[in-house]
């Protein structure tokens, strides 16, 4: 049996890929001007938007690794779209 320690590194790595490919396929004057708005996004729209599962995004949402902050309005989840972006541009903690 592997390691849990070996596994959460190789997600968490994989995580940080994505995050990078996110970052190197958005223009930066792209995001700057899809942050004007604070539209909310459901999980589906969100998911789409980073091109991740919602799985992906529900697992992001969590208190760790907490990198989604999610709304809830009743008993519906969403994104505020300018939160989605930062987190997309956020490398280590800070902003890329």
């Known amino acids: 049996m592997a390691n849990p320690f070996e596994l959460i590194d190789r997600r968490l790595g994989a995580i ?3 995050l990078q490919e996110l ?3 958005t223009p930066a004057h792209k995001v700057q001007a899809q942050t004007d708005s604070d ?3 459901t999980p589906e729209e969100t998911a789409q938007l980073l091109k991740v599962s ?4 529900w697992q992001w949402s969590k208190p760790k690794p907490g990198i989604l902050k999610k ?3 009743g008993n519906q989840v969403r994104y505020l779209r300018s939160e989605v972006i930062a987190a997309a541009t956020k490398k280590g903690g800070q902003a890329a």
């Open 16 to 18: 940080e890929q994505v």
């Open 71 to 73: 709304h809830t309005i």
């Open 23 to 25: 970052r190197r396929a």
């Open 39 to 41: 539209e909310l996004l």
């Open 54 to 57: 919602k799985v992906t995004v």
